[in-house]
């Protein structure tokens, strides 16, 4: 089973990219939290820089992702013109365009260019921390111009179908290199197993007076050992919680789902813990 680390740019401090107060950092944590769920659900064992509003330097984000032991990493942002809205559309960048990472990014953007954004194309940009020093295949997705009204609207109205394209994109590639069955079908979101009382849609882009989200995480263990982890991940995935693996300094922490209403993260921990699991909620 092939293991992907998502890293969603920005965060705490780091804003991102900011256009009329919608920061860049939120529709990263909102899009890669999204698509982490799809791949999880369909055969990728799925890890994170971060699922809350913390920052970690893009050098500090290359060595998390080698630190797991992941096979690919996708780092999710959203692009900025030095004229807002003198542009738009969706690029991949990638440390050199060739290989693995280079087709990844070709199959992610394929799929986005299917719902209508501009393909700007595939980007080299050796000169990134995130793409320069991490070890595996890496593409960075610039998904659309902050700074354009247009693309923010296609972003908010078709958030869905944006993630089934990039989850479809990567899987395209995990086939191709032969790491998942042919079988395997294109996806949608949400997945068709999730229950709307439990899993909710991300919440909306968030307005210029409205502080940053908190999400709420179900934390069923923590463990030094990365293989019990791996472990207990692939057993709450098998029985369909939608479970990732979390790097918090020398731990990995096995959680499940990310809601901003603790009343959704109550719900799941009551199913946790019917199925013999002990949890504790954490933001």
């Known amino acids: 089973m092939p293991t992907v680390i998502i890293d969603p740019g920005h965060g705490g401090m780091d804003p991102g ?28 064992d799925v890890l994170y820089t971060r699922t809350d509003d913390v920052y970690d330097s893009p050098y500090r984000k290359a060595m998390i992702a080698n630190e797991s032991g992941a096979d690919y990493l996708i780092s999710f942002h959203r692009n900025a013109s030095p004229i807002a809205g003198n542009a738009s559309g969706i690029e991949t ?9 280079a087709q990844m990014a070709r199959d992610i953007n394929r799929e986005l260019a299917a719902l209508g954004f501009r393909d700007i194309g595939v980007i080299e940009r050796p000169g990134l921390a995130v793409l320069r020093r991490s070890r595996m295949p890496a593409v960075l997705i610039e998904t659309g111009f902050i700074d354009n ?3 923010n609207l296609k972003f908010d109205e078709e958030f869905e179908e944006i993630a089934a394209a990039i989850s479809n994109g990567i899987l395209e590639t995990l086939k191709n290199e032969g790491q ?17 009382s439990q899993n909710e849609r991300p ?24 293989n019990y982890a791996y472990e207990l991940n692939s057993q709450l995935t098998e029985e369909g919680f939608p479970a990732f693996i979390l790097m918090d300094g020398d731990l990995y922490k096995v959680q499940v789902g990310a809601f901003s209403r603790l009343e ?18 954490t933001t």
């Open 93 to 101: 960048l990638v440390y050199a365009d060739r290989g693995v990472a």
């Open 264 to 281: 959704n993260a109550i719900r799941m921990e009551y199913r946790l813990r019917a199925a013999g699991y002990d949890t504790y909620i």
């Open 203 to 226: 919440p909306s882009p968030l307005s210029d007076n409205t502080p940053a989200s908190k999400l709420y995480r179900v934390q069923v263990g923590a463990f030094k050992n990365r």
């Open 149 to 151: 009204d247009a693309d």
């Open 17 to 44: 990219a900011v256009y009329k107060g919608r920061q860049e950092k939120d529709d990263n944590l909102r899009l890669a939290l999204a698509v982490g769920e799809l791949l999880s659900q369909n055969g990728v």
């Open 180 to 196: 998942l069955p042919d079988s395997i079908s294109s996806v949608s979101y949400p997945p068709e197993s999730s229950n709307n």
